[in-house]
């Protein structure tokens, strides 16, 4: 069971990444607009070009 | 003659093409239909971009657009330097970066549209749309491009743009509320984390646990849970030691000792490698009082922005005459005396009174009033008033914060910072409940320490962890947000979620009269015709004159829903709000009152002057028609009672609500109104200021007051009022003043939103009981020494979940509401 004394502290920095990535996301702005970029990513083909058709 | 078929659908916006405005242009070689040259001077300049992939978008997500918002007019003032000082942020290249607040962006499609077209002028480094908020981000170089032609390109495309400096309107509110976020998602983190050590301490309470490990799973929470108390709780400590200077107790204060004495307890307990640690109770219990406090912050609106939006109303450029010619200059620099010419479109920068020329003045951000107001030498006119027709000089006599506007602004201002907080229910109970646990804490430990010293701490301790108040800290905000989110499917849009509880017992209910209690649109309400006319042919001929003007009047009769087609209309003509002439088949037609055709030599018959007279002692206008010289009949044109409204003062009256009515119409016009509705009080010739001057007599007589309204007139009363209801149809100021907004204009849903509010004041009084009770029943537990830790993880969230079901519950309750007025 020594294990735990590696694992658990180990996973409690896995969690402190994470919150700073959260931190990060919403100073950045990232949560500010939840609807546009998942439609954006997907204009961004032009529709007229027939390469890009299927 | 141009024939109309009846289901027709612009080609822009889908919409159903109604034959008073509808226009036909030609697309890529086809002639298509529009409901209004708005929409078809937008679909033109999207195809001559060569962005016509928008309705494909568009149709792809089935989405659906509508006409396009007014253009902003004086677009050029935003090149200025002063003007753009206020909120274009200058990079240190040269490069410029602004907020836009854009009107009329519906979905994706819109976003795409948005970016690429003005991604394709010269100059634009970025153009990037927030879609949720409806802002954009653009940046450009200020040589290669000017402002005002960004402006420009996003009004041909079917937007208004507005600048919006974000900073200034709600930084401090968002930052607040993202600090509030940061704290909340980290205890989150924490209560998580600990979740998994707990687990395994109880655990080996039941099957026995090495005493080592236990140490170390000690060890480790309270690695979490110290920088959780820290930077998480910090503003409860901060806020309980402030309430503790200013002598009040906050529900900060039993959270902070609870927080803390625990904590302490435990850490003592780790520090001396004994006993039990309640390190999870500290973490969780942040964490689910942390929810409730956001969730709060949440329902919570900016008062600031209402204040913003009028200030938008305020032109910002004039053209002064000097004996030199035309100037512009910003409004700032007008003095008393100045002269300043308003040309048609523009809005008058100052109070003043008009010098020279004659025209139509559009007051109704004043007095909610739809139909201009005629203006000739001598006349007052009012700054933020539009002027329709003709060119006037203004002689200036007030400028700046003397104006009739700017004083609405101040009524506005000074009526949201009168609005004192009113003590919520939880508020009230709080000190009694502090006092109560620390009381009986304290009695806990004195009588356990006559046994021993560990006892009587864990005892005194256990008594503050178990009143911890996390069912009282969620009572209000879940009730709160369970019901604007009812609300909001309901078309009942509830901005400030404390209002929800004042709603609950209001007792005076005041309505503002045009535009709300009524549509505030002009509509042919009867006609009468004479010499063998028919009346439909009688409306068909006024209607094909009529449809040529855009004075609220003959869009009232060109509108007309008996109106089947339009006959071709020669030498349309207008006499300056008077009458029109045109010539219909051959035959010269005039409309107008009785004075201009009388004028015009037509015999007007003498019973006409009994139905006129009828007609405007109801307030409403009658057009007399004159065919080839003679009379043929009267339209009676009025502004119309909105549906359900005589339903919703039934079902007020049946609430027991007293009700009155503001306008600034005569008595005589009330009166009518009120023999259709039934019994309420009046109080006629209303200004803007008077308005929230009766609700705060209202209130000074002990009434707790609900208002409804529509216009920028009645923003002050709005805020004044306990709750301020604005209809959905309404400016943009009397929603931002107002508590509630009624998307759909539905009047009946008034009624609705107060049993909503009745609702959830219910709720959060039971709330307030189960947490209570919850605390009756444990207390002793505690105070007896009763209490482990495994108990008390199992029953704190309990107590949590009850209130929360509780909440929840609410959405089951106002489904039998809706069913009893539908």
Known sequence: MDVIYGLIPGMILLGLVSVAVFFWAVRNGQYEDMDGPAHRILDDDDLDDPDTKP | MAAVGESTRCFHCGLSAEVATRCEGEIQGVVRSFCCSGCRAVCEAIHEAGLEGFYERLQRREATLMPPPEAPADLDQYDL???????????????????????????????????????????????EVNLAQQRLRVQWGQEEVALSAILRRLAALGYAAVPYDTESREGLLRRQNRKLLFRMAFAGFGAMNIMWISIALYAGAFTGIDVEQRRFFHWVSFA??????????????????????????????????????????????????????????????????????????????????????????????ATRLTAAGEERVPVRKLVAGDRVLVRPGDKVPADGTVAEGRSHVDESMLSGESLPVRKQVGDKVSAGTVNSDGSLTVEVAVTGS?????????????????????????????????????????????????????????????????????????????????????????????????????????????????????EGKMRVVDAVAVDGMEVDRLLTLAASVERHFRHPIAQAVAGDGRVKRYLDCQDAQSFGGLGVSGRVEGQPV?????????????????????????????????????????????????????????????????????????????????ARLVDQLGGM??????????????????????????????????????????????????????????????????????SWAIRLGRQALRTIRQNIAISLLYNMILVPAAMAAMVTPVFAAIAMPVSSLLVIGNAILIRQRMRGEELRWM
């Not at chain 2, 309640?278 to 329902?299: H, N, P, S």
């Not at chain 2, 849009?493 to 009524?518: M, N, P, Q, S, Y």
């Open chain 2, 681 to 750: 009080r009046v109080i006629a010739h209303m200004l803007p200021e008077d308005k929230s001057k009766a609700i705060t007599a209202l209130q000074q007589q002990g009434e707790r007051v609900l208002m409804i309204g529509d216009g920028i007139n009645d923003a002050p009363a709005l805020a004044q009022a306990d709750v301020g209801i604005a209809m959905g149809s309404g400016t943009d100021v009397s929603m931002q003043c107002s508590d509630v907004v009624l998307i759909g204009n539905e009047l009946p849903k008034v």
């Open chain 2, 402 to 518: 003397g104006t009739v506007l700017s004083r609405i602004i101040h009524l506005v201002e000074a009526a949201q910072g009168s609005k004192a907080d009113v003590q919520q229910l939880a508020d009230r109970i709080v000190p009694w409940f502090v006092l109560t646990t620390l009381i009986l804490s304290a009695i806990t430990f004195l009588f356990w320490f006559s046994k021993d010293f560990d006892t009587a701490l864990l005892a005194a301790t256990a008594v503050l962890i178990i009143t911890c108040p996390c069912a009282l800290g969620l009572a209000t905000p879940m009730a709160i947000t369970v019901s604007a989110g009812v609300g909001a499917r309901r078309g009942v849009l509830v901005r400030d979620g404390r209002a929800l509880e004042r709603l609950a017992d209001i007792t005076h209910v005041v309505f503002d009269k045009t535009g709300t209690l009524t």
């Open chain 2, 81 to 127: 330097p002063e003007i753009q000082s206020e909120f274009v942020h200058s990079m240190p290249d040269g490069r410029r970066e602004a907020h836009l607040l854009v009107e009329g962006i519906h979905c994706a499609a819109c976003v795409w549209l948005i970016e690429k077209a003005l991604g394709g002028l010269p100059g634009v480094d970025f153009a």
């Open chain 2, 224 to 317: 979490i849970a110290a920088p959780v108390l820290l930077y998480s709780g910090w503003g409860f400590t901060v806020s309980a030691l402030r309430g503790l200077a200013m002598r009040y107790l906050t529900m900060d204060l039993p959270i902070t000792i609870g927080a803390w004495t625990t904590f302490g307890y435990s850490a003592y307990q780790t520090l001396w490698g004994r006993g039990e640690v309640y390190f999870d109770t500290v973490v969780t219990f942040l964490f689910v009082i942390l929810v409730g406090r956001y969730l709060e912050a949440m329902a919570k609106r900016s008062a600031s922005s209402a204040t913003v939006r009028l200030l938008e109303l305020q032109p910002r450029m």
């Open chain 2, 590 to 670: 005039l409309l107008g009152n009785r004075h201009f055709l009388e004028k015009q030599r037509v015999e007007i018959p003498r019973e006409v002057s009994d139905i006129q007279q009828r007609i405007e002692d109801g307030m409403g206008v009658a057009v007399l028609v004159a065919v080839d010289g003679h009379y043929v009949g009267v339209l009676h044109v009025q502004d119309r009672l909105r549906d359900g409204a005589d339903k919703l003062l039934q079902m007020l009256r049946g609430q027991k609500l007293a009700v009155t009515l503001l306008t600034g119409d005569s008595e005589r016009a009330a």
